[in-house]
């Protein structure tokens, strides 16, 4: 942490050699003395702007932030920041403030003091932060940040250029100050889900919103009408059939509990694109949406995530509790730090986490010089991919201090292939450090299979929303087939296709407009097959765009279905 020459530090210092060497070449000796006198300038100045760079040394200048926990007027006459969203929770898409203190504990001031926040790449922030640091006072800033998707994201720190009265030099700091943020996914909370039909007759233990028609005991009379074949001989209606002389039978309705279960697709074709212009981020938006409008409609919902295999389920349930549990599940969607779901080697972790450390804590597990080629200690070295050693002993050491003081339950399970291996993943997890997730669809269909037998074992369920855009599915999709044949036996299926180029940004040029219309004809071509063998099946496909509403999707499968109703067995 010492002075060196900005910018504009550089072309003074650039002149200066300039005038002392054309001067020295041409005898011109006044050049030389004015060059002379320019260097002088700039030792002078660095001499007095050193004690700066001591006084930062010594901690004199103090960095905290937070994030206001009350909602705060913006211009449109609405709120933003932590309570303007759902129970005072940060919302996609809308900014929210953070505020940063500043203290200054020196005998001068820190002028030209300039503070750019290290976030985590969903985070956007409007801009740097500047100020002017009074010696023994301290100051208060403000800025925005933009969350473009839902999850738990980070502020792991900021950077200060500190920089002197003339602007010759600057100091470049590092404060690290990791601050979590739990940001949910945008959705109407007025969104209501329209009263499905039902065709299995398993009740629940407590009455809902839904009117059902159901054979048996117990219930408001429909309506009385002629017997079919299949009825129960216990609902003839005795008197009726008398007075008609024939068969008549009572038909009930009971207010039932209904149960909806979500299948959301977090493979690797759901993740391309900008944050908050992804397939995936759309895809929780709208498992969110369905999830809130059930709860609100008192109905029972449970979530089944997947790639290769089955990420994580959430068993279906009602009530508040269980919807905040829902929503913890999708945001974790951004931060799936399995070994046979993300990219990087040992070696590859091990450097991630030993650069953060270093940079973040000050911890460094870098091995100064190899070890002799005997020595039993290459059994705990791992080797970078940069050539760096880094003693594992000491890094899981590190490691496990951190994770064991976090208040983060060990909840969720961490596939690795060993126990070190996965404290340094959930590590990773825990402090938001980015780990690059697999690319290529893999095995997608037998993630997606499971998926809906899962989803389609318990009797009760009654309505399957798989969102997913059926890509990668290869020759595999038989599988798929027969396990949605399977499941609509028992239940309705809906099946939701984010479409990729109704994603991605519209180019502004004309030829970049036509490559994309090309691409886009090319990928309308490849969702043909699994689209049209899924349809067959009699389950409606929607194909949708970033624009598209979970209210209109829900609009769209009520016109699908039409006004039928169904009868229990």
Same mark, same amino acid.
């Given at each position: 942490?010492?002075?060196?020459?900005?910018?504009?530090?550089?072309?003074v210092a650039w002149t200066a050699f300039g005038l002392v060497a054309t001067g020295a070449l041409r005898g011109l000796w006044p050049l030389v003395a004015l060059g002379a006198i320019v260097c002088a300038a700039l030792g002078v100045s660095y001499l007095w702007f050193y004690p700066t760079a001591v006084l930062l040394r010594q901690r004199r200048l103090e960095m905290a932030w937070w994030v206001p926990t009350g909602a705060e007027p913006d211009a449109d006459?609405?709120?933003?920041?932590?309570?303007?969203?759902?129970?005072?929770?940060?919302?996609?898409?809308?900014?929210?403030?953070?505020?940063?203190?500043?203290?200054?504990?020196?005998?001068?001031?820190?002028?030209?003091?300039?503070?750019?926040?290290?976030?985590?790449?969903?985070?956007?922030?409007?801009?740097?932060?500047?100020?002017?640091?009074?010696?023994?006072?301290?100051?208060?800033?403000?800025?925005?940040?933009?969350?473009?998707?839902?999850?738990?994201?980070?502020?792991?720190?900021?950077?200060?250029?500190?920089?002197?009265?003339?602007?010759?030099?600057?100091?470049?700091?590092?404060?690290?100050?990791?601050?979590?943020?739990?940001?949910?996914?945008?959705?109407?909370?007025? @969104?209501? &889900?329209?009263?499905?039909?039902?065709?299995? %007759? =398993? $009740?629940?233990?407590? /009455? *809902?919103?839904?009117?059902? !028609?159901?054979?048996?005991?117990?219930?408001?009379?429909?309506?009385?009408?002629?017997?079919?074949?299949?009825?129960?001989?216990?609902?003839?209606?005795?008197?009726?059939?008398?007075?008609?002389?024939?068969?008549?039978?009572?038909?009930?309705?009971?207010?039932?509990?209904?149960?909806?279960?979500?299948?959301?697709?977090?493979?690797?074709?759901?993740?391309?694109?900008?944050?908050?212009? @992804?397939? &995936?981020?759309?895809?929780?938006?709208?498992? %969110? =949406? $369905?999830?809130?409008? /059930? *709860?609100?409609?008192?109905? !029972?919902?449970?979530?089944?995530?997947?790639?290769?295999?089955?990420?994580?389920?959430?068993?279906?349930?009602?009530?508040?509790?269980?919807?905040?549990?829902?929503?913890?599940?999708?945001?974790?969607?951004?931060?799936?730090?399995?070994?046979?779901?993300?990219?990087?080697?040992?070696?590859?972790?091990?450097?991630?986490?030993?650069?953060?450390?270093?940079?973040?804590?000050?911890?460094?597990?870098? &091995?100064?010089?190899?070890?002799?080629?005997?020595?039993?200690?290459?059994?705990?070295?791992?080797?970078?991919?940069?050539?760096?050693?880094?003693?594992?002993?000491?890094?899981?050491?590190?490691?496990?201090?951190?994770?064991?003081?976090?208040?983060?339950?060990?909840?969720?399970?961490?596939?690795?292939?060993?126990?070190?291996?996965?404290?340094?993943?959930?590590?990773?997890?825990?402090?938001?450090?980015?780990?690059?997730?697999?690319?290529?669809?893999?095995?997608?269909?037998?993630?997606?299979?499971?998926?809906?037998? &899962?989803?389609?074992?318990?009797?009760?369920?009654?309505?399957?929303?798989?969102?997913?855009?059926?890509?990668?599915?290869?020759?595999?999709?038989?599988?798929?087939?027969?396990?949605?044949?399977?499941?609509?036996?028992?239940?309705?299926?809906?099946?939701?296709?984010?479409?990729?180029?109704?994603?991605?940004?519209?180019?502004?040029?004309?030829?970049?407009?036509?490559?994309?219309?090309?691409?886009?004809?090319?990928?309308?071509?490849?969702?043909?097959?699994?689209?049209?063998?899924?349809?067959?099946?009699?389950?409606?496909?929607?194909?949708?765009?970033?624009?598209?509403?979970?209210?209109?999707?829900?609009?769209?499968?009520?016109?699908?279905?039409?006004?039928?109703?169904?009868?229990?067995?």
């Amino acid at each position: 942490m010492h002075p060196h020459l900005s910018r504009a530090g550089r072309y003074v210092a650039w002149t200066a050699f300039g005038l002392v060497a054309t001067g020295a070449l041409r005898g011109l000796w006044p050049l030389v003395a004015l060059g002379a006198i320019v260097c002088a300038a700039l030792g002078v100045s660095y001499l007095w702007f050193y004690p700066t760079a001591v006084l930062l040394r010594q901690r004199r200048l103090e960095m905290a932030w937070w994030v206001p926990t009350g909602a705060e007027p913006d211009a449109d006459g609405g709120t933003r920041g932590e309570g303007a969203g759902l129970g005072g929770a940060l919302l996609a898409g809308r900014p929210f403030p953070l505020r940063v203190l500043l203290r200054n504990r020196a005998p001068r001031a820190f002028g030209d003091a300039t503070l750019t926040p290290i976030t985590s790449p969903a985070l956007a922030v409007a801009g740097p932060l500047q100020a002017r640091v009074p010696r023994l006072a301290e100051i208060e800033l403000s800025t925005e940040i933009t969350p473009h998707a839902a999850g738990t994201w980070h502020l792991h720190g900021a950077q200060l250029a500190l920089g002197d009265r003339f602007g010759l030099f600057v100091i470049h700091a590092y404060f690290p100050n990791p601050l979590g943020c739990k940001v949910f996914p945008r959705f109407s909370a007025t @969104a209501t &889900l329209p009263a499905l039909s039902r065709r299995t %007759a =398993a $009740l629940h233990e407590r /009455a *809902g919103q839904h009117r059902m !028609r159901l054979r048996g005991l117990g219930g408001e009379l429909r309506e009385i009408r002629d017997h079919v074949q299949g009825d129960p001989f216990k609902q003839i209606a005795w008197k009726a059939t008398a007075r008609t002389r024939r068969h008549m039978v009572r038909e009930l309705e009971r207010d039932v509990v209904m149960t909806h279960q979500l299948l959301l697709d977090a493979s690797p074709t759901m993740r391309g694109g900008e944050y908050g212009r @992804a397939k &995936l981020d759309y895809g929780v938006e709208v498992c %969110a =949406a $369905l999830a809130r409008a /059930a *709860g609100e409609s008192g109905d !029972r919902v449970g979530l089944v995530t997947f790639d290769s295999r089955i990420i994580g389920q959430v068993k279906a349930k009602g009530g508040r509790p269980h919807e905040r549990r829902l929503l913890e599940h999708l945001m974790a969607l951004r931060h799936v730090v399995d070994e046979d779901l993300t990219d990087p080697t040992d070696g590859e972790l091990c450097a991630i986490v030993a650069r953060y450390l270093r940079h973040q804590e000050g911890i460094d597990i870098r &091995l100064g010089s190899p070890p002799a080629l005997d020595d039993p200690r290459w059994a705990e070295v791992v080797t970078g991919p940069s050539g760096d050693l880094y003693d594992l002993d000491a890094l899981d050491r590190v490691v496990s201090v951190f994770t064991s003081a976090a208040r983060e339950p060990l909840s969720a399970h961490v596939n690795a292939a060993s126990p070190v291996m996965a404290r340094l993943r959930r590590f990773c997890r825990l402090r938001g450090i980015e780990i690059p997730y697999r690319r290529g669809p893999g095995r997608k269909a037998l993630g997606l299979t499971d998926a809906l037998l &899962l989803a389609a074992r318990p009797r009760g369920s009654q309505v399957l929303v798989l969102v997913s855009d059926l890509e990668g599915l290869g020759d595999s999709l038989d599988g798929v087939l027969r396990a949605a044949r399977l499941a609509i036996t028992r239940h309705r299926l809906l099946v939701v296709v984010p479409f990729a180029p109704a994603f991605a940004e519209v180019p502004d040029d004309g030829h970049a407009r036509r490559v994309a219309a090309i691409l886009s004809q090319a990928e309308r071509r490849a969702l043909e097959p699994p689209r049209r063998a899924i349809e067959s099946l009699g389950v409606p496909v929607l194909v949708v765009g970033r624009d598209d509403l979970p209210q209109v999707i829900l609009r769209r499968w009520e016109h699908l279905r039409g006004a039928r109703t169904g009868l229990a067995a």
